[in-house]
């Protein structure tokens, strides 16, 4: 069974990626989340982050230059 099956459900990203997709550190990443600027759902020990969430915080965060 794969994710393309269920098209309507979150694709969820691991803290390194969305770190590499921000180009931040992962700790900021972590103190995203801490702070409740980033949505997170906790697996075991780690956290995963929806990319529709991802999309939402740098949504709220852009502002046009010039």
Same mark, same amino acid.
């Given at each position: 069974? !794969?994710?393309?099956? #269920?098209?309507?459900?979150?694709?969820?990203? &691991? $803290?390194?990626? @969305?770190?590499? &997709?921000?180009?931040?550190? &992962?700790?900021?990443?972590?103190?995203?989340?801490?702070?409740? *600027?980033?949505?997170? $759902?906790?697996?075991?020990? !780690?956290?995963?982050?929806?990319? *529709?969430? @991802? *999309?939402?915080?740098?949504?709220?965060? #852009? &502002?046009?230059?010039?």
């Amino acid at each position: 069974m !794969s994710m393309a099956q #269920f098209p309507g459900r979150a694709q969820y990203l &691991t $803290v390194a990626e @969305v770190a590499a &997709t921000l180009r931040v550190s &992962t700790m900021t990443v972590y103190r995203l989340i801490k702070s409740g *600027d980033l949505a997170a $759902v906790r697996v075991g020990k !780690s956290y995963r982050l929806a990319a *529709d969430e @991802v *999309d939402r915080y740098l949504a709220r965060g #852009f &502002t046009e230059a010039g």
